[in-house]
């Protein structure tokens, strides 16, 4: 299975700056099935980026993903209050599918 | 517009079955989708249980394939989960969501349902 390492674990900006989340696979993840999702406490998960950089439908163009292979990143342009929150690296493209362990983005 | 909604016991004993269903509204089961389920552990990160397709076809997790049965009922627009001989390490949030290995990945995800494993 592709094990994927998030890092940093915990990220403390303040609103209004950028933010870059690392997402790193242990093997290469094939055609870019690489998402990210957005978890607020309570709440289920909210996709925001699939296949590495194409945004799910009504994510704001602050958030952007990038990557390939096995090094991906997830960028927050300008931090709003409503975006510190857990985020999940996912790899789609082989079985099983798997989860990073997340990075909380927190306000500093 | 699509909605998941998560049922069942919220709690189960040890050694036994967990069996919970999802039921899916503004769009048909047998749509063309596969069907995810998608486990949390109370304070922890986010576990793929396996997914399954409006055929019956079924891919499950290795780490719980052994105990695990998907299935959808299109006759309820429904899905299920069963998962057997719990123990406590099966306590967790257990969401539904729309999408898997093909295509879109989960984009439409119930809320969840809280299963505790205790006697």
């Known amino acids: 299975e592709i094990v994927l390492t998030q890092s940093p674990g915990t990220l403390s900006l303040s609103p209004g700056e950028r933010a870059t989340l690392s997402c790193r696979a242990s093997q290469s993840v094939s055609s870019s099935s690489l998402a990210w999702y957005q978890q607020t406490p309570g709440q289920a998960p909210r996709l925001l980026i699939y296949g590495a950089s194409s945004r799910a439908t009504g994510i704001p163009d602050r958030f952007s993903g990038g990557g390939s292979g096995t090094d991906f990143t997830l960028t927050i342009s300008r931090l709003e209050p409503e975006d510190f929150a857990v985020y999940y690296c996912?790899?789609?493209?082989?079985?099983?599918?798997?989860f990073g362990q997340g990075t909380r983005l927190e306000i500093k | 517009q699509v909605q998941l909604q998560e049922s069942g016991p919220g709690l189960v004993k040890p050694s036994g079955t967990l069996f919970l269903t999802c039921a899916v509204s503004g769009v048909s089961v047998s749509s063309g989708n596969w069907w995810s389920w998608v486990r949390q552990p109370p304070g922890k990160g986010l576990e793929w249980i396996g997914e399954?397709?409006?055929?019956?076809?079924?891919s499950y997790n290795p780490s719980l394939k052994s105990r695990v049965t998907m299935s959808v009922d299109k006759s309820e627009n429904q899905l299920s989960l069963r998962l057997s001989s719990v123990t406590a390490a099966d306590t967790a949030v257990y969401y539904c969501?729309?999408?898997?290995?093909?295509?879109?990945?989960?984009?439409?995800w119930g809320q969840g349902i809280l299963v505790t494993v205790s006697s």
């Open positions: 399954v397709y409006h055929s019956g076809s079924a």
């Open positions: 969501a729309r999408g898997g290995m093909t295509g879109i990945p989960p984009n439409y």
């Open positions: 996912q790899q789609y493209g082989s079985s099983p599918i798997t």
